[in-house]
């Protein structure tokens, strides 16, 4: 227990009496730990302490919000007078006696942070990838292997009642390998995590994950002039699916929707995909980076069919975007820590397979581009218009895989994107990554087999 | 201040007495932040917090570690975790406590911080206004779905166990609206923001202005065929595209062997005519930095001279690497290890008069998406989405928008065919240049 119940209890009241519509204390502890590994050497070990807690009171549909890292009841209610001075009114209702709500853990950990798994193990690791990325080619000319561990450990309270809990450990390692030859240069990266403990970690072959990012930076050294213009592109599994997530998942959050201020407000059972393409966004993966026991809100996570065939299904709803769209939740509100209110956002997002194969893809296209791995992107949600950045491409010719291509940014909007996807594959694979928006930064998966669009424009320099 | 010094003293005699040499970061924040949606306030959010963080030295090995709980048993947990962060590491002969001042130095002053007496009234009545004013403009703007106010009074204190102590309070209010307008099936958003000391500094109308200048202005863009133009950035485009690579002046990253630039010292990057510099107090400039993050007194520094790479941003570690001077670039927050950073960046004027660059067609960008993720340091690839305008002199020819932009930026700073007369801050006043027009670059679009 983080925060006296008592304590919470008088807090919560104090917010209903000055006319609070609902009131909520979101209680947050960070235990945080990094270790990398550079020029064959120990670097950094670094890690401490996150300790807040979030006050959020609901007037209507207005959201106050305030937090602090004490937990002295005086002070929590000096935040809260202070965040309703401009709302307060006569107050309408009693607070719920809280009734304890118990967590069901579909994502368990061993060996999480606050385990006695040695840290020389986990140096040992991280070693064991420094030396099999330098062992494939003396063009290798550095390497930084690091991991990083969280265990969040949250406590909601809130004025209907409910009182949880909820551990949250996380695991992710990432390895970038630095190439060089000559005068060219070039990075290769990877950047694997689950919500598990360093287990997570002792599943990866360190040896193989090192090689594997080291050919990456290897033969983006031989890589030629992306070619510019629209063409078609297939996109590969795993970390392909930012496609779908910048191109239609934030504009699936009612924090947008809410606001007309998604090109998808009004498109409830329309269809907005090609028909082969059906999406979900599930936080019950077992042990996935993105997968939750409950929301930041207290709601037990769930699967959500977001496109079925093409058709929109279901937004993603959080407790204010409920309120303002009369869509029921979907256990969707999350928040990087208790600095921010919770927003509808993202858990593990993805394309479901279809069944082509990846080489029929490829047959089928004379001149484009098969982007292996992608990096990151961005969309601006009123208007729709995203990028996305191929990592590891190459040129298709003729139906065939050509040359490595050098880094290029893919454009377009989501709505024309998504009437382009006409292949889905069958190598359906998730891969994890950070997603920046109004409520911060949080882990979330993303994923799909390969697809193939028809025609998107692709951002390099040759011809 | 005096309570937080006391509380960091305590952390420093924690670390001592285990016989550790020690420094603390200490950031306190209060932050007022407000957001409207359709006529009303929709976020309203006052916070308070601190975090304290503690890098410990011992038998020249060196362990960081924070808290952000400031009782006794959250701080000594602190302390014995950084020192045993520090039993695992490589041994490391740059990391010292190197900067030893008895006086203690204070970096408030007018510049920084002035009291605010606005009314919580005023500051809602702007932030509803930020939605309402854009609308107010055209029939055809639908929303402004992103907007806010914020004020932030931050305390920054350094404290080392050489008893260095360097104290700066600050006060920032920032603001910023985006208007998006729909027409005839089209859609379009710009977003423009402020910054300032006092909240009757914020440029309102010129906010609102921009917003939805440029929303207007390219909801009839169309791409470009595709090709090699002559490119100009506004200046707060190219304090970002420039920003973006600015890891090629760590000095951190070359000792690491992560900089691409590490052996370039003393040769040519750029055009000769190319001088940037860093100017951590600069008069006109909005950030005022007296004082790193290991307490050492700032200076200016000069980067780039004619096209020649002169020195790194370095700490008192980068810069005893190389045995070169430290250029007092230390950056450190609590929860991180020491680092390097830039300040203000200034790049000198040219010879060529604006009107004389604008004679030949050219596309200038106004917004620019992606550049991060579509940004390689290492190989200086880069590719991003653009919107903008071709023009020539001050007449638009056509707005541009779904096109990309690529290039190579090593390449790209050796093409640089125009450099303007006149300095322009970028609207952070972080970040002063002339107009500058690149070659190089090649526009993806029909």
Do not use: C, P, Q, Y
């Given at each position: 227990m983080l925060l006296d119940k008592t304590v919470a209890g008088r807090v919560i009241d104090h917010a209903l009496s000055l006319g609070a519509d609902f009131a909520e204390l979101f209680v947050e502890k960070n235990n945080n730990a990094r270790i990398s590994v550079l020029s064959s050497k120990v670097h950094e070990i670094a890690g401490g302490v996150d300790f807040g807690i979030g006050i959020r009171l609901i007037y209507g549909t207005k959201v106050l919000y305030g937090y602090t890292n004490s937990t002295n009841e005086e002070e929590l209610k000096k935040i809260t007078t202070l965040i309703a001075a401009n709302d307060q009114k006569a107050s309408e209702g009693a607070r719920s006696s809280f009734v304890d709500q118990v967590v069901k853990n579909i994502h368990p950990a061993t060996l999480g942070l606050d385990s006695t798994y040695e840290m020389d193990e986990k140096i040992k690791f991280l070693f064991e990838i420094d030396k099999a990325a330098r062992g494939v080619s003396e063009k290798v000319d550095q390497v930084n292997a690091l991991s990083l561990q969280r265990l969040q450990t949250i406590e909601l309270f809130n004025s209907e009642g409910l009182h949880t809990f909820d551990d949250r450990h996380y695991a992710r390692l990432v390895a970038q390998v630095f190439a060089k030859d000559g005068s060219e240069q070039s990075t290769g990266y990877e950047g694997p995590g689950a919500l598990q403990g360093w287990e997570f970690i002792n599943t990866i072959n360190a040896k193989q994950f090192g090689e594997d990012v080291a050919r990456q930076a290897l033969i983006k050294l031989t890589a030629v002039d992306c070619p510019a213009g629209k063409m078609p592109v297939i996109i590969d599994n795993g970390f392909g699916g930012v496609i779908f997530h910048e191109a239609c998942g934030h504009l699936l959050e009612t924090t947008s929707v809410s606001k007309k201020a998604s090109v998808f407000w009004d498109k409830m059972d329309q269809m907005i995909a090609n028909e082969c393409v059906s999406a979900v966004d599930d936080g019950t993966i077992e042990g996935k980076w993105g997968s939750i026991n409950i929301d930041d809100e207290g709601m037990p996570t769930q699967k959500t069919q977001l496109i079925k065939n093409g058709k929109l299904t279901s937004f993603l709803v959080d407790k204010v975007g409920a309120m303002k769209t009369g869509y029921d939740r979907t256990g969707s509100g999350r928040r990087q820590s208790y600095k921010f209110a919770p927003a509808s956002r993202m858990r593990n997002t993805f394309i479901e397979p279809g069944d082509s194969t990846l080489e029929e893809m490829i047959a089928s296209v004379p001149h484009g581009i098969y982007c292996k791995k992608m990096g990151g992107g961005s969309v601006q949600p009123g208007t729709g218009e995203f990028n996305f950045a191929a990592q590891e491409s190459y040129l298709i010719k003729d139906g065939k895989i050509d040359k490595p291509l050098k880094s290029a940014t893919l454009i377009g909007t989501g709505p024309e994107v998504l009437q382009q996807i006409s292949m889905v594959g069958n190598n359906f694979e998730l891969a994890a990554g950070m997603c920046g928006s109004v409520s911060g930064a949080i882990p979330t998966t993303v994923g799909q087999a390969a697809i193939k669009v028809d025609q998107i424009l692709v951002g390099g320099q040759g011809k | 201040m005096n309570e937080l010094k006391t509380t960091i003293d305590k952390v420093m005699d924690m670390a001592k007495a285990k016989g550790a040499e020690a420094d603390c970061i200490l950031d306190k924040s209060n932050v007022l932040s407000l957001k409207a949606d359709e006529g009303e306030l929709s976020e309203y959010k006052v916070s308070g917090s601190q975090v304290l963080g503690i890098r410990v030295i011992k038998d020249g090995k060196v362990g960081t570690s924070y808290s952000e709980a400031l009782d006794d048993e959250s701080l000594s947990f602190m302390v014995e975790q950084a020192l045993e962060n520090a039993k695992f590491s490589k041994d490391d002969p740059n990391q010292k406590i190197a900067v030893a001042r008895a006086q203690e130095f204070d970096g408030t002053n007018e510049r920084v911080y002035k009291s605010d007496t606005t009314p919580l009234d005023k500051k809602t009545q702007f932030t509803l206004d930020l939605e309402s004013k854009i609308k107010e403009k055209?029939?055809?703007?639908?929303?402004?779905p992103y907007n806010n106010l914020s004020e932030v009074e931050h305390v920054r204190m350094y404290v080392n166990s050489k008893g260095t102590v360097c104290t700066q309070k600050e006060r920032t209010f920032s603001c910023y609206t985006s208007a998006l307008i729909e027409k005839n099936g089209k859609q379009s958003m710009h977003y423009h923001g402020s910054v300032a000391r006092?909240?009757?500094?914020?440029?309102f109308d010129n906010v609102i202005d921009e917003s939805y200048k440029h929303a207007n202005g390219l909801l009839e863009g169309t791409p470009l065929k595709t090709g090699e133009y002559r490119i100009v950035f506004t200046t707060d485009i190219l304090g970002n595209f420039i920003g973006n690579f600015a890891g090629l002046f760590s000095g951190k990253g070359a000792m690491n062997g992560t900089n691409p630039w590490k052996d370039k010292v003393g040769e040519k990057v750029a055009i000769e005519g190319l001088s940037i510099s860093d100017h951590p107090t600069y008069d006109k400039a909005f950030t005022y930095n007296p004082f790193d993050d290991e307490g050492s007194l700032t200076k200016e520094t000069t980067l780039v001279e004619n096209g020649v790479l002169k020195t790194f941003y370095h700490n008192s570690a980068t810069a005893d690497f190389f045995k070169v001077e430290n250029t007092c670039h230390a950056s450190r927050g609590p929860k991180g290890t020491l680092g390097v950073n830039g300040t203000n960046m200034l790049i000198n004027a040219g010879a060529d008069k604006e009107t004389d660059l604008k004679n030949d067609e050219y596309f200038e960008i106004v917004a620019i998406q992606g550049l991060g993720s579509g940004s390689d340091m290492v190989s200086g690839d880069f590719s991003f989405g653009a919107s903008g305008y071709l023009k020539k002199g001050d007449q638009i020819i056509q707005p541009v928008k779904g096109v990309t932009v690529s290039g190579n930026y090593f390449k790209v700073l050796n093409q640089i065919s125009g450099m303007g007369d006149t300095i322009h801050a970028d609207s952070n006043k972080t970040f002063f240049a002339p107009m500058m027009v690149f070659g190089g670059m090649t526009v993806g679009g029909q």
């Open positions: - | 055209d029939s055809a703007v639908k929303s402004a006092t909240f009757n500094e914020l440029d």
